[in-house]
Nanobody, 113 residues
Framework: QVQLVESGGGLVQPGGSVRLSCAAF????????MGWYRQAPGKQRELVAT???????NVADAVKGRFTISGDNAKNTVFLQMNSLKSEDTAVYYC???????WGKGTLVTVSS
């Protein structure tokens, strides 16, 4: 069994920053990549960023230049640094082991003054 645990969400003002973490636990034999997704109210879940174990990253155009994904392979942990936040970034953020059905329960980020 694999468990993904996200943390770091909360209420932040527009223009502010927040850092999300996602740790993977359990019978993890190999992880090629991990990703962050988000789902805003009334919208479909969308990909935010991915990172491979080799450190290759991909960031969605909507957040490029503002969000940075990084990881710690030894700890099976991935991070999402979110800067210059906008109200449209409000969503539940989920992490995923790429290519699997393993998802975290999500952490809510609310950008509001």
């Amino acid at each position: 069994q694999v468990q993904l645990v996200e943390s770091g969400g909360g209420l932040v003002q527009p223009g502010g920053s927040v850092r999300l973490s996602c740790a993977a636990f359990g019978n993890i034999f190999s992880i090629a990549a991990m990703g962050w997704y988000r789902q805003a109210p009334g919208k479909q879940r969308e990909l935010v960023a991915t990172i491979t174990t080799d450190g290759i990253t991909n960031v969605a155009d909507a957040v490029k230049g503002r969000f940075t994904i990084s990881g710690d392979n030894a700890k099976n942990t991935v991070f999402l640094q979110m800067n210059s936040l906008k109200s449209e970034d409000t969503a539940v953020y989920y992490c995923n082991i790429w290519g699997t059905s393993y998802w975290g329960k999500g952490t809510l980020v609310t950008v509001s003054s």
